[in-house]
């Protein structure tokens, strides 16, 4: 199992959220706890961002992510 780690903006944005929409807010980290136990089950963004995942929240919220394997 991986652990979870927010940076930044990221960290911000979602004390916004959490105020503005908390069903949201809710819904980011049940799908962030399902990315723990098994991040190689989503996609993987096309050449620019290759390194990066992608996860759909909701209809119209993408999270985009990384894996650090080394850790």
């Given amino acids: 199992m991986y652990k979870l780690l927010i940076k930044g903006k990221l960290l911000k944005e979602l004390r916004k959220l959490n105020k503005k929409n908390h069903v949201l807010f809710e819904a980011v980290f049940k799908k962030a706890d399902e990315m ?10 096309n050449y620019p961002l290759n390194k990066y995942k992608r996860v759909h929240i909701d209809s119209n919220f993408v999270l985009c992510f990384s894996v650090d394997e080394k850790e």
């Fill in 36 to 45: 723990c136990i098994n991040p190689q089950h989503y996609k993987n963004l």
